[in-house]
């Protein structure tokens, strides 16, 4: 077992990081080599993987984020069994890259979001804010036989921050330029904006999640094929129908497009019961299912244009896609219409567009075992500076 004094010692180390989000389909794997941290880091990614979960899992992941289900016995089984799922997604990636476990020396973690609750909430007669994302580190521990960091976004909430976005500190140190204005939109189950100034410092770096990325469509999939698909494969369905300018209105009334930076949100305001009424409001408009998923498609494009209309202080001149929202091309096709900005894929910059944020989270647990602080106040809102993630070893 590698010692956190061996890991100082090294010029370079061989992380992985981990990631699961939103959308419940799988768990993402990076390999990196990073050399230095803070301003100095330097990464070149040796490896890739994306572990499907079973269809048994994925529906378990949604039961629980529901936020009305599940006990102690549920919660303490999902995140022991979760880090066996974590453990396998890093033997793949090693495998994948042919190179050896025992040659990691650290892990970076997420976990799965299942309850985020930035804003306070009522419980046992106090007012409480909290957020969840198991994922037993331990078992990653033991099997990798390396470090692991996880559990990054509680510390942040404990300053008086969001928890989130977390993504935007390794984006600073990767995607920074020093004349231009760099816009980075990942569009996961969530979707998430990260503005770099031109020459600007950690703290001048803003972002916050600009709405549903491919949530809400991958739940219509479903509903609309029994079943048979867990989202709209390449835009397909999308592309087959006509946006319906009174739904888009419709859905174009939601609050949180209104909201001011910081904020976050999740599957607690566009899972099951958003896509219930919504399903309701398209039948009562007689629109098909191609119609409703085109106008579907066609929000998530939109709230990115308003998010940079009206929330963006300094606009971006170039907008970077990443995450899997950038397989589609429907979607892909909507954002353009709707920027007057270019619009560009993370591999226009050598980047892997789905790969970036178990990326994200190998750098944010490399800096977390060399103390540096790796949250970005302006974005969280966060009282001060913290260093985010907790280590097993």
Partial sequence: MRSLQELWSRESL??????????????????????????????TCLGFVSVPYSDQFRKEILRLAAGDAGGSR????????????????????????????????????????????????PYAGRMVRGTLQPGEASVICEGMRCPVVS????????????GAPLVPYAEYLLYRREDQTVGLQNIGGIANLTVLPRGGAPEDTFAFDTGPGNMVMDQLAARLTGGALRCDVDGAMAAQGVCSGELLAFMMEDPYLKRKPPKTTGREAYGASYVDALTEKARSLGLSGTNLMATVTRFTAECIRIAIRDHCTVQPDCLVIGGGGSRNPTLMRDIRSVLTIP???????????EAKEAIAFAVLA????????????????????????????
């Avoid at 981990?18 to 330097?42: N, Q």
């Avoid at 880090?83 to 050896?100: H, K, M, T, Y």
């Avoid at 559990?151 to 969001?162: I, K, N, S, T």
């Avoid at 490399?366 to 097993?392: D, F, L, W, Y």
């Fill in 151 to 162: 559990d990054f976004r509680v510390r942040d909430l404990a300053a008086g921050g969001q």
């Fill in 343 to 353: 619009v560009m894929l993370n591999e226009d910059l050598g980047y892997d567009s």
């Fill in 74 to 121: 549920d919660l303490c089984l999902f995140s022991f069994l979760l880090g066996q799922l974590s453990l396998e997604a890093c033997r793949a990636v090693c495998e994948q890259a042919g190179v050896s476990t025992e040659s990691v020396d650290l892990v970076g973690s997420h976990g799965q979001t299942l309850y985020h609750a930035p804003d306070a909430e």
């Fill in 366 to 393: 490399n800096e977390c075992v060399h103390g540096g602080c790796n949250n970005v106040p302006s974005v969280t809102g966060a009282r001060h500076p913290v260093v985010m993630g907790k280590i097993s070893i």
């Fill in 14 to 43: 061989r992380v992985i990081g981990l990631m699961s989000g939103t959308s419940a389909d799988g768990m993402d794997a990076a390999l990196v080599e990073i050399s230095g941290h803070g301003l100095s880091t330097r990464l």
